[in-house]
Every structure is written in structure tokens, then in C-alpha cells.
């Protein structure tokens, strides 16, 4: 199985400014790896999926990169709507999910 | 609009089974593959099993192996995750999802139901 781990588990920043998010594979998934985004008793929403291709709808301001073992979520320019917990899965060999990160207002 | 609505979750006993539903609409149901994942109270998400548009092919993450079934019916648009002898760590929010299978590689749902809780308890 394919351990997905993702950094930091909490992330605190203020609106309007850049967060970083990273996930690691415990091995290479290529580029097959996916971003959700959720929100507190909701479900998840699709973000990214290939590493860096936007899901319909996905503003311009979240991107994905990476291939290999390490992967990167960039939001610019936080907004209020932006503050959730955010989740990377692989898709390579069949599907495991990070353990989250928490992206909290600071 | 794209809907996916679960229903039949509830209180179970250990050992104990349970059959949920996914009413599906908006889009060509038997077009695509559905899955179902779950998420323990406050933890992460897990893949539990998926099965192909035409029901040909279904797959299951090993801890549910023999224990799950999932099926669907294209004509009622319906998805269904039968579950038996479930246990207390089958405790969760089962969710199911839509499957695109974007360059014939699946794994990445598009849409997602709201989620029905399933609690396995004495």
C-alpha cells in the first residue's frame, strides 16, 4: 500500500496570503495524485487531479505540482471560503489518502 | 445538476449488516464508474470499493473484502453498498462518488454525496 503523508498537519495563515501544502508518497505515483478540499460536515470537493490539472470551477488562485514522491498544493491570495482541511490522494496504485492538512485563519 | 444522495445508514450491532443507497441524477449513471468511501469520526478518507458503469467489475479495499458487496442498478440509477458482519471500526460517514476515470485512470471522484453515518455499536 501506498502511504500518503502530508505537512504540516496544521497550517495558520492570515487572508490574502500564500499557503503551501506538501504531500509525500511512500513511493513514486507518477503524476496520479489528487487535491480535495473539506469543509466541516461536508462532503469533499475535487480540486486538483494529475498533479496540477484544476477540477471545473476550481479558481486560478489554487495550483498542484510535483511528480514523483512529492507534491505541492499552492492557494494565493487566501480567501475566507479557502480555510478548510485539504486531503492529497494518489491514484497510481489503486487509492490512498493523506491523513490532511488543517489550514486555519491566523 | 449532478446528485448523489445516500440513504440507510444507522445504528447496528457488532456482527450485524446494513445495505446503503445512492439515488443518482443529473448525469448518464450507467456512463461512469461509482464508488463508495468512507471517513471515521474525525479522521481521514478511505477507499472502501468501486464497481464499473456496466457493473462488470468491482474492487474492494482488503479490510472489507468478503464482507461488502457493492452492486447498482442503471435503470433505477441506484448505487449499493451491502455491508455484513460489520465490525466497530466499519464506524463512519459512507460516502458515495461519481468517477470519471479521466484518461482511463480511475481514482478521482468528481462529485460526492452529502454522506450517511453508519455507527457499529452495542
Known amino acids: 500500500e501506498i502511504v500518503m503523508t502530508q505537512s504540516p498537519a496544521t497550517l495558520s495563515v492570515s487572508p490574502g496570503e500564500r499557503a503551501t501544502l506538501s504531500c509525500r508518497a511512500s513511493?513514486?505515483?507518477?503524476?496520479?495524485l489528487v487535491w480535495y478540499q473539506q469543509k466541516p460536515g461536508q462532503a469533499p470537493r475535487l480540486l486538483i487531479y494529475g498533479a496540477s490539472t484544476r477540477a471545473i470551477g476550481i479558481p486560478a488562485r489554487f495550483s498542484g505540482s510535483g511528480s514523483g514522491r512529492e507534491f505541492t498544493l499552492t492557494i494565493n491570495s487566501l480567501q475566507s471560503e479557502d480555510f478548510a482541511v485539504y486531503y492529497c490522494q494518489q491514484n497510481n496504485n489503486w487509492y490512498t489518502f493523506g491523513q490532511g492538512t488543517k489550514l486555519e485563519i491566523k | 445538476e449532478v446528485q448523489l444522495v445516500e440513504s440507510g445508514g444507522g445504528l447496528v450491532q457488532p456482527g450485524g449488516s446494513l445495505r446503503l443507497s445512492c439515488a443518482a441524477s443529473?448525469?448518464?449513471?450507467?456512463?461512469?464508474?461509482m464508488t463508495w468511501l468512507r471517513q471515521a469520526p474525525g479522521k481521514g478518507l478511505e477507499w472502501v470499493a468501486n464497481?464499473?458503469?456496466?457493473?462488470?467489475?468491482?474492487y474492494y479495499v482488503d479490510s472489507v473484502k468478503g464482507r461488502f458487496t457493492i452492486s447498482r442498478d442503471n435503470a433505477k440509477n441506484s448505487l449499493y453498498l451491502q455491508m455484513n458482519s460489520l465490525r466497530a471500526e466499519d464506524t463512519a460517514v459512507y460516502y458515495c462518488?461519481?468517477?470519471?476515470?479521466?484518461?482511463?485512470?480511475?481514482?478521482?471522484?468528481?462529485?460526492w454525496g452529502q454522506g450517511t453515518l453508519v455507527t457499529v455499536s452495542s
Open positions: 462518488a461519481r468517477d470519471p476515470n479521466y484518461d482511463d485512470r480511475g481514482g478521482v471522484f468528481d462529485c
Open positions: 513511493q513514486s505515483v507518477s503524476s496520479n
Open positions: 443529473g448525469f448518464t449513471f450507467s456512463n461512469y464508474w
Open positions: 464497481i464499473k458503469g456496466d457493473g462488470g467489475d468491482q
